[in-house]
C-alpha cells in the first residue's frame, strides 16, 4: 500500500476543545475548527457518549497514519510468518485482516 496519494482530509494532529459553557465540543488543530460535536441529550451519559465520539474524530488522523504504516510493515515483511501460525492466524486470517486494513484505509481516503 503506497502512502504516493496525497491526503485529501485536514493534517493532523487534531485536538479536542469545548466551547465555555455552552457543551459543543471542538475539533480543531493549529485553532482553527475542522468539526463540532453536539451533545444530543442532556444526560451525563449522552454528553459522555458526545465527548467519546469527539475523541474519535480528533484520533482519527493519527488512526489512519498508524494502521497504513502496520500495512506497509506486514507487506515489507512479507505477510504470513511461522510463528503467526502458533498465535493462531492462518492464512486466511491474515488475507482476511489485511482486506479489512487496506479497505479501511481507502474509505478514509472517500475511495469507496
Given at each position: 500500500?503506497?502512502?504516493?496519494?496525497?491526503?485529501?482530509?485536514?493534517?493532523?494532529?487534531?485536538f479536542?476543545?469545548?466551547?465555555?459553557?455552552?457543551?459543543?465540543l471542538?475539533?480543531?488543530?493549529?485553532k482553527?475548527?475542522?468539526?463540532?460535536?453536539?451533545?444530543?441529550?442532556?444526560?451525563?451519559?449522552?454528553?459522555?457518549?458526545?465527548?467519546?465520539?469527539?475523541?474519535?474524530?480528533?484520533?482519527?488522523?493519527?488512526?489512519?497514519?498508524?494502521?497504513?504504516?502496520?500495512?506497509?510493515?506486514?507487506?515489507?515483511?512479507?505477510?504470513?510468518?511461522?510463528?503467526?501460525?502458533?498465535?493462531?492466524?492462518?492464512?486466511a486470517?491474515?488475507?482476511?485482516?489485511?482486506?479489512?486494513?487496506?479497505?479501511?484505509?481507502?474509505?478514509?481516503?472517500?475511495?469507496?
Amino acid at each position: 500500500m503506497s502512502d504516493e496519494t496525497k491526503e485529501k482530509h485536514t493534517p493532523g494532529p487534531w485536538f479536542l476543545s469545548s466551547c465555555d459553557g455552552c457543551g459543543d465540543l471542538w475539533i480543531e488543530t493549529d485553532k482553527t475548527p475542522i468539526a463540532s460535536a453536539r451533545s444530543q441529550g442532556p444526560t451525563e451519559e449522552l454528553r459522555a457518549q458526545t465527548k467519546a465520539n469527539a475523541r474519535m474524530i480528533a484520533a482519527a488522523p493519527e488512526l489512519l497514519a498508524c494502521l497504513r504504516e502496520v500495512v506497509n510493515m506486514a507487506i515489507a515483511a512479507g505477510g504470513l510468518r511461522g510463528d503467526d501460525v502458533q498465535y493462531g492466524f492462518g492464512p486466511a486470517d491474515w488475507i482476511e485482516g489485511m482486506g479489512k486494513a487496506i479497505n479501511t484505509i481507502r474509505k478514509a481516503r472517500g475511495e469507496f
